[in-house]
T-cell receptor, first 115, second 113 residues
Framework: EPEVTQTPSHQVTQMGQEVILRCVPISNHLYFYWYRQILGQKVEFLVSFYNNEISEKSEIFDDQFSVERPDGSNFTLKIRSTKLEDSAMYFC?????????????FGDGTRLSIL | DQQVKQNSPSLSVQEGRISILNCDYTNSMFDYFLWYKKYPAEGPTFLISISSIKDKNEDGRFTVFLNKSAKHLSLHIVPSQPGDSAVYFCAASAQTGANNLFFGTGTRLTVIP
């Protein structure tokens, strides 16, 4: 069964550095998402992406964050000038758009640790 | 942001019995609801969903019930199996725009052999 893949599985970065989290969505999916889960908290929506542009973004997704689909397969989340509070699990998800009642499928996440 | 709530952080059930996980929501714009199952070190795995035009959806051992007037949904697992032990998340979306999901905090289900 096709799946969403995320790399790396764990990223450790010094505060103030930039990180890029990578995702390969399911190939025939058209909507892409990033979510995050801070330890002990709920999964929170960050941003959605469709037709090569951001569809929606949450209040969390400020100027520190950006997303890109640099080629036909990868979907990346860049976090500039990382802060301690950016430490979390980051999940990528994708969805087919043909039928509106289609679930999002998630990758296994990247654990981001900011030191 | 408490738009989706799962008030029971944990639930223990004997193998073979029914597991009932509950979820409440506050946003009346939500019209698509999903249950995800999550094992440690893995992402959420889609389990079952229901549209607001229905009040029940069944898939094998899993049934989701939706009560729109009470803004409540539940997931029934019967019979429960030890492999069902995981954290279960309720999620909801409004069928507009990108359908981003709002998640509950999860219920940890333990099925005792």
């Amino acid at each position: 069964e096709p799946e969403v893949t995320q790399t790396p599985s764990h990223q450790v970065t010094q505060m103030g550095q930039e990180v890029i989290l990578r995702c390969v969505p399911i190939s025939n999916h058209l909507y892409f998402y990033w979510y995050r889960q801070i330890l002990g908290q709920k999964v929170e929506f960050l941003v959605s992406f469709y037709n090569n542009e951001i569809s929606e973004k949450s209040e969390i997704f400020d100027d520190q964050f950006s997303v890109e689909r640099p080629d036909g397969s990868n979907f990346t989340l860049k976090i500039r000038s990382t802060k301690l509070e950016d430490s979390a699990m980051y999940f990528c998800a994708s969805r087919q758009a043909r039928n509106i009642n289609q679930p999002q499928h998630f990758g296994d996440g990247t654990r981001l640790s900011i030191l | 942001d408490q738009q989706v709530k799962q008030n029971s952080p944990s639930l223990s059930v004997q193998e073979g019995r029914i597991s009932i996980l509950n979820c409440d929501y506050t946003n009346s714009m939500f019209d698509y609801f999903l249950w995800y199952k999550k094992y440690p070190a893995e992402g959420p795995t889609f389990l079952i969903s229901i549209s607001s035009i229905k009040d029940k959806n069944e898939d094998g051992r899993f049934t989701v019930f939706l009560n729109k007037s009470a803004k409540h949904l539940s997931l029934h697992i019967v019979p429960s199996q030890p492999g069902d032990s995981a954290v279960y998340f309720c999620a909801a979306s409004a069928q507009t725009g990108a359908n981003n999901l709002f998640f509950g905090t999860g219920t940890r289900l333990t099925v005792i052999p």
